[in-house]
């Protein structure tokens, strides 16, 4: 069973650090106003400089200016401004802050890799006195997509909401599932609106609008014609409902995948992390799938941590284009499993190739968010020491720190890359010479 969720959920004045200020700063540091305490309050506030590759990816927010160049923006240069002045007069603690700030400003959302490596345990041989040497697989494929109908889904990205580009990705991914899959749609937040008075009535509501049959395209279409976006978010609600209805799809005859698409965070009071742990524990054994879109820092926190505890996926798309990649790798592999009986060589170099080209991509992807991250960070201390805010020593120092933390993460990616590349190229190569090896035993 394929189970996919989709969920839908100052600027402050520059303060002015004049010759009298600079002259008037003791031993103990410059003096402060009330919005520089306000502004001391928030470095005190922001997590550690992450010491791996893997802290860097459980790094509690996204940055504010995540994801974008810095150059000249205004809104960037007003937040530096307000920077606090440090010099070699500075105490450790003050410095350690405000690096810890200014990473948090710039941070960009790393994830550790998810690839279908753990497919290679899959590739089971019949007994000897089978029929044939075939791949044994599971007997049933089952798709359920769950669909966050909630109010937020009615924001727009470019000319269309992002629920016309929900649907229009989740008709595209049916299409292409192999024809013996079966698939139920599932809607929830469609009911009443975001009001208070409606929340009751939102929060109770779940719909199955596509019971589970195999795809037929033109009563999916009017499926998802039937709802739009309306009011709150009852993810828990929802999960546990999928629970209930599909105890009878045992992973042990089926293959189970959970999709968890999202852009916000629960809204109803139920416990989505709790549901998630409890559906992956049970018999129905879901490969668990969770995506962000368009998420908050809020909404964030929280599907990782389901992804985390039902020892799931999680990925973070910010476009129609990330989310119909994500797709597209439940039908690659799809396409993999249904073909397993035509060419077993053919299906071992397929797995083979799908994990090469994904983990080539999650490799390539975070190189480009460390080397943005740390070009912003090298762009943003230039422009303090530039204004005279860190002094020259304090300035080498942030430097140096922060070239120490992308050597060090941007090296544990690499590592982590070349250890699943050579695993993956080590279970191809076994698996194929088992093969050759069983052939060879049979014709002789």
């Not at 200020?21 to 550690?48: F, I, N, R, T």
């Not at 039908?331 to 090469?356: G, P, R, Y």
Request: glycine share 4%; hydrophobic share 35%; net charge negative.
């Amino acid at each position: 069973m394929l189970i996919c969720l989709l969920a839908a959920c100052s600027e402050e004045e520059p303060v002015a650090e004049n010759e009298k200020q600079q002259e008037e700063m003791s031993v103990e540091g410059p003096a402060v106003s009330e919005q520089e305490d306000e502004k001391v309050e928030d470095l005190k506030d922001s997590a550690p400089i992450p010491q791996s590759f893997s802290e860097s990816t459980a790094y509690p927010q996204r940055g504010k200016f995540a994801g974008e160049t810095f150059t000249d923006q205004q809104e960037i240069m007003e937040v530096l401004d307000n920077f606090p002045v440090l010099t070699e007069n500075s105490s450790e603690q003050e410095k350690k802050e405000a690096k810890q700030y200014l990473l948090s400003l710039f941070k960009e959302d790393l994830s550790m890799v998810d690839v279908p490596i753990d497919q290679w345990e899959s590739m089971q041989f019949k007994d000897p006195d089978g029929e044939s040497d075939s791949l044994a697989l599971k007997e049933n494929y089952n798709v359920v997509i769950l669909l966050d109908s909630s109010g937020s889904m009615a924001n727009y990205e470019n000319d269309k909401t992002r629920m016309q580009l929900a649907k229009e990705s989740i008709q595209a991914f049916v299409e292409s599932l192999p024809k013996e899959a079966t698939v139920s749609l599932r809607v929830y937040g469609h009911v009443g609106t975001g009001s208070e008075e409606d929340k009751a009535k939102s929060c109770s509501t779940v719909e199955e609008v596509y019971p589970r049959s195999t795809y037929e395209s033109s009563k999916f279409s009017e499926s998802l014609n039937k709802f739009d976006p309306a009011g709150w978010t009852p993810t828990g609600l929802a999960i546990k409902q999928v629970e209930e209805d599909f105890k009878q799809y045992s992973g042990e005859q089926n293959t189970n995948i959970l999709y968890i698409v999202s852009d916000g965070v629960e809204t109803c009071d139920t416990d989505p992390v709790g549901a998630i742990e409890s559906l992956a524990d049970s018999a129905i054994q879901p490969v668990v799938n969770i995506i962000g879109y368009h998420v908050d820092n809020e909404g964030l926190e929280q599907l990782k941590e389901m992804a985390e505890v039902s020892n799931g996926k999680y990925v973070n798309a910010v476009n129609q284009e990330q989310l119909n990649a994500e797709f597209k790798q439940t039908v690659d592999m799809a396409k993999i499993w249904s073909d397993w009986d035509s060419d077993t060589k053919e299906t071992l170099n397929q797995l083979f190739q799908t994990i090469q080209t994904q983990l080539n991509d999650w490799h390539k992807q975070q190189q480009a968010l460390i080397n943005l991250e740390h070009k912003n960070l090298q762009a943003a201390t230039n422009y303090l020491h530039q204004k005279e805010i860190l002094s020259g020593d304090v300035f080498l120092e942030f430097d140096r720190d922060y070239r120490d933390y992308f050597l060090t993460v941007d090296s544990d990616a690499r590592d982590l890359f070349l250890e699943l590349d050579s695993l993956n190229r080590d279970s191809f190569l076994d698996n194929w010479k088992n093969v050759t090896d069983r052939f060879l035993e049979n014709v002789h």
